[in-house]
């Protein structure tokens, strides 16, 4: 007789299937978490991250190829930048964590750097976490954690995360490293680039704190991450401590509004799929069955953004034109509601967004006809 | 975003075409601006891959690194970038016109006038887009604290001669590009989104491409299919067919057609150092500049559009008249490019890796007034600015319907005549609240007395600008019928407090920073990226 | 068992110990963190008047001009022969004709006419154009958190010692343009002159004045934990110690049900039905003046350890906050359909350091389609909570926790900086959560 199910394997189950099958799920990596900042509000982005689709492959299936791609450049340089830092047994890069991190502790002069190396990602999930314990035993120790992998639980499933490094101090607390190759600049780094870095770190300090809690007792995760960058025009790393409270606390909340997936996968029409093997049509309905809710912040973020954007400008949504602009539309959405509203067509003229409308477009007018004067 | 611009933005969704968010240019456009269309190199700190500069949209310079991780071929990028950028820069510095300026005397402490040089014009670069103005700050950094041969003998790889002057400028251009209303320093993209609403949102307006598409889309083309077309559209060899407008690349170009290339360059350089005679020698240079013209072609192939584009946004914008306080602004250009040309000619060393503390706060001071004009004379000078402050109260147009004149109290009665203006406008007026009109370009104040029983109508009184008599001076107070255009904003900015020098710095800001001294050099690396 | 919290000692003890930083102390400099309604303008007078009596001359910078009037009034109350300077601006009506009548305190727009009085009191933007041959030995900076640190360094020179005092957790500074290049700097001219400061002289002596004599037991809590999680305080006044009724019972209305849960519960929460609104939504625009109409139409007395006789709920005691200037605009204009003219309406900004027994507040996100860093901004919420003495009645439209779980964290991150933490979106989230258990849906 097979086991009861849950409400987790059902879900899981459930998931499978919108993935398709024999689709292996893909995990939440950095761009999954770029696009749950950028809009934690889309229902359409939250299932397919959820269910772990791939949604380079969709975007391609669908006719709107994402435009992410990494330059080669970048990429070698990146993984020459990284190995730097973690040379001879990662000495600059404890240097640089006893040096803006934790003054106070011995400086490392020797570190414990363990193998990591395990099949699959759960086999190097529970090699890092037997490693982390280990490292409990050896107070007053560095240890380097190079390349960990750590699990969190999203929505009720796994998901497997990479960090650059973590770094075990010598009273035991926990502290991430991420390596990054835009330049500390006299101090200051690119702010956007640097967001987006504390957020990536604010995702692994939440499985560390995870982790961290079945330890007993419980070590501390540091709330403050290192970032590591080239210094000035130079290969030399120079660091930086982050705060990440504030991305912690927001990333915390929006993974546990993830699990509303279950409420989502619910609505969708029985037999939907999103394997990329479905002919476009079918595709494309699977897709439209789950509402997005575009804005021009998801050409950076989200691999479907070009579909999306698309399907929005075709419906006329003034959201395809910049959030700030429904700021002042009150209910009026669509463009033509609001030019209707504006020319004294349609609308209530007690309605303040209309009103407002319709000065708006008299001044307006009168400008022009001045100008053309 | 104001409901006047949203309002254009859907306008040209529903017609494909861009609507004017200005009636004026409201920046000024040199005769003879230096266009700077660069590239970086994708993961390096400012490495630049190539360039095409120069005045002349004809005959555009290529500059181009075969091997941007050589650091030899940046230095000398960078000293071809001189070479073109210097000689531009210094045909603006010999011409001067004598002009007046307002200086502390350092004996007597007054403020006197003194007579001083001020450049008849100044320089004007051009980049394609924002990112280009970031560009043109980091190359500054980069190369304002290298050491040539001539400076120090001592300097490991010492920069080509010219090489920290440029940075240098390029950083006074960066810097300037800071100050609102500024055009020593201008984004192609900034100034059209100025000017133009288009149909997508700002974030798409970043591209070049898609941007002009909009303003001016190919014949039998709505602005949105022609944008689509800029940013997606790609060859069979799956390169965009509109490429980015830099300084990045697409990746697919990197990938694809770069690194091959510069593979190439390099095995035939390899090749050439390894050459055993002088006839193997000949044919591996022949190797070797053909790998070079190869990456050459390929810069130019995905510059050239770009450029182009630049050229074509400025012909839309040389078709709007200028604006009336464009001029104003830009003599403060000139005061700012002759006050670096003065620091560098009196020695003094390159602007620090960072500002001190009052330098910082005079900065900031500086913009916010910048700002502050920079707002009031768009309104001024165009309807459509000032239909959106109408719009959100700060100021009121409307007709004169009454004119009751009254005296002030005191010895010697002075004109404060009542005038009662009827405007549909609903400007945020209180009690006494300041109001200003433009009269003969000078600003002329009055206060808000109150408001006639249906709202329509507003009194007010006018307090100065009408001479020194009993009664006004003829054409200074409005007459009835007239229309007026009163705003709540002041028109002109008054100056801020001094601050002190820097070596008075208060122990509040740690103090006087000590004395100037010569800000190191970069360290380098024998695999230094720049 | 625990010993007894008694506020006036704790208070008192503070006050006590600032005092003797500043009078006595080595340090350059103290620095006084007062949450809203701890009795700041009543320490900075005693400190200003200790420093009198002690013969130091005395300078003080505060940031706009009806602080400054506001200050000199209360110098003057409580010791009228002390010889006060009003320094002002120039322009016309300069000062508050008040200060007219108060025969020791002498006005000018020149720094020269008022010296060698014992208390010269100005706005940081005049001083700023002072120039003294020799500097003041003693200087109160009050508001000083919402002072630029630019601000402060145009006049720091003027003084050699100071006692800064303000409320980190009011509306911080801004600045018109971009100052991102300064991020991380120690004297960023954009942020506060605290922040610089203390970057500056971290060893400086540091105060927090422990006890809100404004905010009810209710309230503190709330404010304390949300806005200032670093350095909380506790109410001066217990649970049972003021107490809200009104004569007129309730006609059943969602008004009138959410005055009396604010009565008895410090807050209330008049929810609308979800709908999307351009900022002058009218629905909430006319609940806001609902309430504030059935407030006075009910005979509303309050009771409090000022005075055991029950005071009238007076239009002057009633203020409505919003967010923008339009809103409070249509705040005005319906209040006047109703037939109310004397009620303060006014935006988070310009309600900093006023005092009510009643606030009613629409919710700077009610009907947003979007939040903006703008609504976000912790002061202004913090400023709009804690203005009451008794209860605060929010209107909002459902769906801003949604709105809030929808908004994008991508906020850029400056290296260097201290983070503000928690942050707007933290403290709308706390707050919110606390309304909810408050909330009386209504449907207009």
């Known amino acids: ?300 973020a989200c691999e479907l953004a070009f579909h999306c954007r698309g399907r929005s400008r075709e419906t006329g949504a003034v959201t395809s034109l910049g959030r700030p602009v429904r700021a002042e539309l009150g209910g009026l959405t669509t463009v033509e509601d609001v030019l209707a509203a504006a020319r004294g067509e349609a609308g209530d003229p007690g309605d303040p967004a209309v009103a407002a409308l319709r000065r708006a477009a008299a001044l307006r007018a009168e400008a022009l006809e001045a100008a053309c004067r | 975003m104001s409901l006047i611009s949203t309002l254009a933005r ?27 269309v660069p590239l970086i190199t ?19 310079r290529l500059l181009v690194v075969p091997q941007p991780r050589d650091r030899d071929l940046r230095f000398a990028f960078l000293a071809e970038l001189a070479d073109v950028v210097l000689p531009y820069v210094d045909a603006y510095a010999e011409v001067v016109e004598a002009a007046e300026r307002t200086e502390t005397d350092p004996e007597t402490g007054k403020r006197v006038k003194v007579e001083v040089d001020l450049c008849a014009d100044a320089p004007q670069l051009i980049v394609p887009s924002r990112a280009g103005i970031e560009l043109v700050r980091l ?339 409005p007459e009835k019928g007239d229309r007026v255009c009163f705003t709540l904003f002041e028109h002109e900015q008054r100056g801020g407090a001094k601050l002190p020098d820097p070596e008075e710095t208060p122990w509040t800001h740690g103090g006087p920073p000590g004395e100037a001294t010569l800000e190191a050099a970069d360290p380098v690396t024998a695999e230094d990226v720049l | 068992m625990t010993t007894l919290f008694d506020p006036s ?87 508050d004709k008040a200060l007219d009548g108060l025969e020791n305190v002498r006005k000018s727009a020149k720094a020269a006419d008022l010296a060698g009085l014992a208390v010269v009191i100005s706005t940081a933007a005049k001083w700023a154009h002072v120039k003294a041959d020799e500097p003041w030995r003693y200087a109160i900076v009050d508001e000083a958190y919402q002072m630029r640190s630019d601000a402060l360094l145009a006049v720091a020179g003027l003084f050699e010692r100071a006692l800064f005092v303000g409320d980190p957790g009011q509306l911080d500074p801004f600045s018109i343009v971009g100052s991102e290049q300064w991020a991380g700097l120690t004297y960023d001219p954009s942020a506060s002159a605290v922040t610089t400061l203390l970057a500056h002289n971290p060893d400086l002596p540091q105060h927090r004045l422990p006890v809100s004599w404004r905010l009810p037991a209710s309230a503190a809590p709330l404010v304390s934990d949300a806005f200032y999680p670093y350095t909380p305080f506790r109410s001066g006044t217990g649970h049972g110690d003021r107490r809200l009724s009104f004569a007129v019972p309730p006609d059943g209305s969602g008004p009138d049900r959410v005055i009396d849960e604010a009565a008895e519960s410090g807050w209330g929460l008049l929810e609308l039905p979800a709908r999307h609104t351009p900022r002058t939504d009218p629905e909430a625009v006319r609940a806001v003046a609902t309430v504030v109409r059935r407030l006075l139409d009910r005979g509303g007395a309050a009771t409090s350890e000022r005075s055991p006789d029950p005071t009238p709920l007076t239009a002057d005691r009633i203020a409505v906050g919003t967010a923008h200037r339009d809103q409070a605009a249509a705040v005005r204009a319906a209040l006047a359909d109703l037939g109310v003219t004397d009620v303060v309406v006014d935006t988070a900004n310009r309600l900093q350091g006023r005092e009510y027994d009643v606030t009613v507040v629409l919710h700077p996100l009610s009907g947003r389609p979007d939040a903006t860093a703008f609504h976000l901004e912790t002061g202004r919420l913090c400023v709009l909570a804690s203005r009451h003495r008794h209860a605060c009645v929010v209107v909002c439209r459902a769906g801003v926790s949604d709105l809030l779980d929808d908004h994008p964290s991508t906020e850029p991150v400056q290296l260097g900086t201290v983070v503000k933490f928690p942050d707007g979106w933290e403290a709308n989230h706390a707050v919110l959560a606390h309304l909810a258990e408050h909330r009386v849906s209504w449907q207009p």
């Open chain 3, 9 to 95: 000692a704790a208070a008192a003890q503070a006050t006590d110990a600032i005092l003797h930083d500043t009078l006595h102390g080595t340090a350059r400099g103290v620095v006084v963190d007062s949450p809203p309604g701890a009795g700041k303008s009543t320490l900075v007078v005693r400190a200003a008047l200790e420093l009198a009596e002690a013969g130091h001359p005395l300078m003080v910078v505060a940031q706009t001009n009806a602080q400054v009037d506001d200050l000199v009034l209360r110098l003057a109350e409580k010791k009228p022969e002390l010889p006060v300077g009003r320094l002002h601006s120039s322009d016309a009506d300069p000062y």
């Open chain 2, 139 to 477: 190359l500054g950094r980069s190369m304002r604290f290298r050491r040539t041969a001539e400076q120090d003998p001592e300097a490991p790889y010492p920069a080509p001669p010219r090489v920290p002057l440029l940075g240098r400028w390029l950083t006074h251009f960066g810097e300037r590009a800071r100050v609102p209303g500024s055009s020593l320093l201008l984004a192609m993209t900034d100034v059209l989104g100025r000017h133009w609403a288009t149909g997508q949102s700002t974030l798409e307006d970043q591209h070049l491409g898609a941007l002009l598409a909009w303003i001016d889309p190919p014949e039998g083309l709505t602005g949105a299919e022609a944008a689509l077309r800029a940013e997606l559209e790609r060859d069979a060899q799956g390169q965009l067919t509109c490429p980015p407008a830099g300084p990045a690349t697409d990746p697919a170009f990197d990938n694809k057609l770069l690194a091959p290339a510069i593979e190439r360059y390099d095995r035939a350089r390899t090749a050439l150092a390894a050459a055993e005679d002088g006839l193997e020698a000949d044919d591996r240079l022949g190797a070797l500049t053909a790998a070079e013209r190869e990456i050459r072609d390929l810069v130019l192939s995905r510059t050239l559009p770009t450029w182009e584009k630049v050229w074509q946004g400025l012909d839309l914008l040389r078709e709007l008249p200028v604006g009336a306080h464009v001029e104003e602004r830009w003599t403060r250009d000139r005061w700012s490019f002759t006050g670096h040309r003065d620091r560098v000619l009196a020695g003094e060393p390159p602007q620090p890796r960072r500002d001190d503390a009052v330098t910082a706060a005079n900065k900031l001071a500086t913009r916010e007034r910048e700002q502050a004009r920079l707002e009031a004379q768009e309104a001024l000078d165009d309807p459509l600015v000032m239909a959106g402050r109408r719009l959100s109260g700060e100021a009121f147009a409307g007709e004169v319907t009454d004119v009751v004149m009254a005296y002030s109290e005191g010895k010697r009665p002075s004109p404060r005549p009542l005038v009662t203006v009827r405007t549909d406008d609903r400007p945020h007026l209180g009690e006494r609240t300041k109001v200003y009109r433009s009269l003969g370009g000078k600003p002329q104040s009055a206060e808000f007395v109150g408001a006639e029983e249906d709202g329509a109508s507003v009194v007010l009184r006018i307090l100065d600008k009408m001479g020194r008599g009993k009664e006004p001076e003829p054409g200074s107070v």
């Open chain 2, 10 to 36: 859907l306008e040209a969704v529903s017609t494909g075409r861009a609507q004017p968010a200005a009636t004026v240019r409201h920046r000024h456009l040199s005769d003879r601006p230096l266009v700077f």
């Open chain 1, 1 to 300: 007789m097979p086991p009861p199910r849950t409400r987790g394997t059902a879900l899981r189950h459930r998931l499978a299937e919108l993935r398709g099958p024999d689709v292996p799920a893909k995990a939440l990596d950095a761009r999954a978490l770029a696009a749950l900042a950028a809009n934690p509000g889309c229902a359409r982005r939250a299932i397919l991250d959820g269910a772990g689709v791939n949604k380079a492959a969709l975007a391609s299936a669908l006719g709107s190829p994402s435009a992410f791609g990494q330059s080669q450049f970048a990429l070698t340089r990146g993984n020459a930048f990284e190995a730097k830092v973690k040379a001879d047994g990662g000495a600059e890069l404890l240097r640089l964590v006893h040096e803006k991190l934790d003054r106070t502790a011995e400086p490392p002069a020797e570190a414990r750097v363990p193998d990591l190396t395990a099949t699959g990602p759960q086999g190097r999930t529970a090699r890092t976490a037997l490693e982390l314990r280990e490292a409990a035993a050896h107070p007053g120790a560095w240890t380097l954690l190079d390349h960990p992998m750590l699990a969190l639980d999203v929505a009720g499933s796994p998901a497997f995360l990479e960090p650059d490094a973590v770094v075990v101090h010598p009273d035991g607390s926990w502290t991430v490293v991420e390596i990054k190759s835009f330049p500390l600049l006299d101090g200051s780094a690119d702010p956007a680039k640097v967001g987006a870095a504390a957020r990536q770190a604010a995702v692994y300090v939440l499985a560390l704190e995870e982790l961290a809690a079945r330890v007993d007792p419980s070590p501390r995760v540091r709330h403050r991450i290192l970032l590591v960058c080239p210094r000035d025009f130079s290969n030399l790393p120079a660091a930086s401590a982050v705060d990440i409270r504030k991305q912690r606390a927001v990333t915390a909340r929006q993974l546990t509004r993830l699990t509303r997936i279950e409420d989502i996968a619910e609505t969708l029409p029985e037999g939907t799929c999103f394997s990329p093997e479905l002919p476009a049509d079918e595709l494309t309905a699977a897709v439209e069955s789950v509402p997005a809710t575009y804005a021009p912040e998801c050409l950076s």
């Open chain 2, 42 to 60: 994708a993961g390096e700190a400012g490495a630049p891959l190539g360039a095409l500069v120069g005045t002349d949209r004809d005959a555009p």
